[in-house]
């Protein structure tokens, strides 16, 4: 089974509008951790915001909001008033609680462009 | 900028060849883990490096190997190329193990 599933391959949205990219999860761990990262045509992971799962409040980064819904296992990132510059690569990743090297696993990927 | 940086930035290779890639991790960071990103794919866990010693592997054949410095520097080592291991292989630092991971801006291989 995935343990990552993002659905939208591609998404476009404009200008100074919000969009939702979607994430689901699936671990049988109690402790893990939830990412998101950007990454550019010039290929670079940016790091834009992270969720853990004992965390009660919906994590916050500026324009990013991840809406973190454990008992549906999903882990959506909101980004408000989109900007050309947003227009990129994004993905969703997991670091689970157990495992010597804690290594992130990634989805897919959505590919997000911002129409002017 | 994280801090991290990866060379070469582009590579051509040829079936069966070898490939070395190189990462400079942050500094302070004694943690770095390498990721194979495949076209149009999420990147995918190859091994990590802890102290110069690996700490953890991904799916990938023995032929996939690496080192870690006492900088904590880092190498990735590919033997006999295949045409499947065209990626970009990406590298991050961290802090420690469990630490967050901040990537390089990663290397482009293409095996012809």
């Known amino acids: 089974a995935q343990k990552i599933t993002q659905t939208q391959p591609g998404m476009f949205v404009q200008e100074k509008e919000a969009v939702t990219l979607d994430c689901t999860y699936d671990?049988?761990?109690?402790?893990?951790?939830l990412f998101w990262y950007k990454q550019p045509s010039s290929g670079e992971m940016i790091f834009l915001i992270y969720?853990?799962?004992?965390?009660?409040q919906n994590a916050t980064e500026g324009r990013y909001s991840l809406n973190f819904q454990k008992a549906r296992k999903s882990a959506n990132l909101v980004i408000s008033a989109s900007q050309l510059g947003d227009s990129a690569m994004y993905f969703c990743?997991?670091?689970?609680?157990?495992?010597?090297?804690?290594?992130?696993?990634f989805g897919s990927g959505t590919q997000l462009t911002v129409l002017p | 900028e994280t801090g991290v940086t990866q060379s070469p930035t582009h590579l051509i290779k040829t079936r069966g060849q070898q490939v070395t890639l190189r990462c400079s991790s942050q500094?302070?960071?004694?943690?770095v883990s390498w990721y194979q990103q495949a076209l149009g794919q999420g990147p995918q866990f190859i091994f990590q490096?802890?102290?110069?010693?690996?700490?953890g592997r991904g799916n990938f054949p023995p032929r996939f190997s690496g080192l870690q410095f006492p900088n904590y520097s880092s190498e990735l080592n590919v033997n006999a190329l295949e045409l499947d291991d065209s990626a970009l292989y990406l590298c991050?630092?961290?802090?420690?193990?469990?630490?967050?991971?901040?990537f390089g801006p990663g290397t482009r291989l293409t095996v012809t």
């Open positions: 991050a630092s961290s802090l420690a193990v469990s630490s967050e991971q901040y």
């Open positions: 671990t049988s761990d109690q402790s893990y951790g």
């Open positions: 969720q853990g799962s004992y965390d009660e």
């Open positions: 500094s302070g960071h004694n943690t």
């Open positions: 490096y802890y102290r110069e010693e690996e700490n």
């Open positions: 990743a997991m670091r689970e609680g157990t495992g010597s090297a804690r290594q992130l696993t």
